[in-house]
């Protein structure tokens, strides 16, 4: 039944999708809450340790977890709780993703779903909006959103964008709504994931810079994702990212610009439409941005973004 749905949210404990380390769900059925879960959660265990990066955002620590059930516990109380009906999520990528990681990791199967993503929907029903981040569209429906990136209220906080989108068209049901918005439902197929290698400039990374370097230049680019947001600022675009970014490393940038319907380059060239400019040991301008800045003075379409604006146009708020 797609009246009947939920709204779904994880934090990760490090740079890898699968550390999964807490996660809310939010079930709307016929419009209204009918019921509510969260729990922490012992990440896999290759992947069961913290980043200071990921616990600034969340404040979840070792520790926290210590007593928490692991995923495969929590897995099986997700597919209890949300049964077949769709998974909704802002961002939609990022969660599907760790589901299916986590897993992976685990090594056990999940189930189908489809789902739909509010970032991409609100992109199509508030357009006015300066950017399309959670905190921005909750205070545009007149949602409070008190506790951002913990998991139960991002969840209630996904649900009720979905909901106001719902009111916005008339409608009311996931169906309808996608006729309405135009916005096709995604779909997650069932099976157990291979697990890719994840780099982690991390306490179990090998964490040298020169290593990271290494291993990035090793690394094979995500492709552009099949499902992405069409309206999206990134999609179709050839993006670059130079230097170190606070928020993520180059592996998970790549992977939300392809996420996002972008493509992800390690070097500037002709078709290069975006780059993102990030720290670098000098302090000045990058060789990759002075190339960028040189196509642009001959005409090319290309655009350099800090960090800041990097997540903004993915729709992400800065960690």
């Not at 994880?10 to 699968?18: I, S």
């Not at 516990?73 to 993703?97: E, Y």
């Not at 996904?158 to 006729?179: P, R």
Request: proline share 6%; hydrophobic share 40%.
């Amino acid at each position: 039944m797609l009246d009947t749905w939920t709204a779904i949210d994880f934090e990760t404990a490090n740079n890898d999708r699968g550390s999964a380390c807490a996660v809310g769900l939010v079930r709307i059925s016929d419009g209204r809450v009918v019921e509510r879960y969260s729990s922490l959660i012992r990440p896999p265990r290759p992947v069961d340790f913290f980043s200071a990066r990921n616990t600034a955002v969340h404040g979840i620590t070792a520790a926290d977890v210590a007593g928490a059930p692991g995923w495969e516990r929590v897995h099986r109380d997700i597919v209890d709780f949300c049964g077949q009906s769709p998974l909704v999520a802002h961002n939609a990528a990022f969660d599907v993703g760790v589901l299916r990681r986590a897993c992976a990791h685990s090594g056990i199967a999940h189930p189908e779903w489809d789902y739909v993503c509010t970032l991409a929907l609100s992109r199509r029903v508030w357009g006015q909006l300066a950017d399309h981040k959670l905190p921005t569209v909750c205070a545009h429906i007149g949602h409070p959103l008190s506790a951002h990136h913990r998991a139960d209220a991002d969840a209630e906080a996904a649900a009720q964008v979905l909901l106001a989108a719902m009111a916005h068209f008339g409608t009311t049901s996931l169906l309808e709504l996608s006729g309405a918005s135009g916005l096709a439902l995604s779909h997650l197929p069932a099976g157990v994931a291979e697990p890719e290698p994840e780099p982690e400039a991390g306490p179990r990374g090998g964490g040298d810079r020169f290593s990271r370097w290494q291993s990035q230049a090793r690394a094979v680019l995500p492709r552009a994702g099949s499902g992405a947001d069409p309206d999206g600022p990134l999609f179709g675009q050839v993006v670059c990212v130079s230097g170190d970014l606070d928020s993520m490393d180059k592996t998970e940038a790549w992977k939300r610009v392809a996420e996002a319907g972008g493509h992800p380059a390690k070097n500037v060239t002709k078709k290069t439409g975006v780059l993102v400019a990030g720290r670098n040991d000098h302090g000045g301008k990058s060789a990759k941005q002075r190339q960028a800045e040189a196509y642009a003075a001959r005409g090319q379409a290309v655009r350099v973004v800090d960090e800041a604006r990097f997540l903004a146009l993915l729709g992400l708020n800065p960690a």
